[in-house]
């Protein structure tokens, strides 16, 4: 096996384990966010907007990574940039949370850091498991090739299912 290939299925897990760690509570930290200037059932209606649209954006920015890849940037270069950016959004959600401070403005910072979480994740979509399959010789390197992908999908789904255990959990951990 070619040795990055081992760095691009940890790496997947991982962005894959901070998507949906912050998907498992996204919602309930935007009806948190809202009650404090509308009724609950209100919050409730627009924090599911809100999380919709991040999903969609999320699923349609692809389209643009993929373009950035073959047109612009390349692949590596495309992740790489991306994944500043999906970086920047976590960065900026979590200074969003901030609430020691009387009068902070929350949402709008928060809603900055989905948006670029949306465009992160989104634009590197297309390009990883391509760039992985790059990295090998083909014809000689076919078997190999072929157990990538596998174990690519499955670090994909590794990274879900521990996050969708685990974020639950550390909701309940005192910080």
């Not at 966010?33 to 907007?49: G, I, N, R, Y």
């Not at 809100?50 to 992740?79: E, N, W, Y």
């Not at 609430?99 to 929350?106: D, F």
């Not at 390197?141 to 974020?167: D, W």
Request: hydrophobic letters at 50%; a negative charge.
């Amino acid at each position: 096996y070619p040795w990055q290939i081992f760095f691009i299925i940890i790496t997947e897990a991982c962005e894959r384990f901070s998507f949906y760690g912050m998907n498992a509570v996204l919602t309930l930290y935007l009806v948190e966010q809202f009650k404090k200037t509308m009724p609950t059932e209100e919050a409730e209606d627009l924090s599911t907007v809100f999380f919709h649209l991040f999903k969609f954006l999320s699923f349609f920015t692809p389209l643009f990574g993929a373009a950035l890849s073959d047109s612009v940037f390349g692949k590596f270069r495309t992740i790489f940039y991306l994944s500043l950016v999906y970086a920047l959004g976590q960065i900026v959600l979590s200074v969003g949370a901030i609430t020691i401070v009387e009068n902070y403005p929350s949402l709008p910072i928060s809603f900055a850091g989905i948006f670029l979480i949306a465009v992160g994740t989104g634009g590197i979509k297309p390009c990883v498991v391509s760039l992985g399959a790059d990295q090998f010789k083909v014809p000689e390197q076919k078997t190999e090739m072929a157990s990538y992908f596998a174990m690519f999908y499955a670090s994909i789904n590794f990274g879900s299912l521990i996050s969708t255990i685990v974020t639950p959990y550390l909701r309940q951990v005192p910080c």
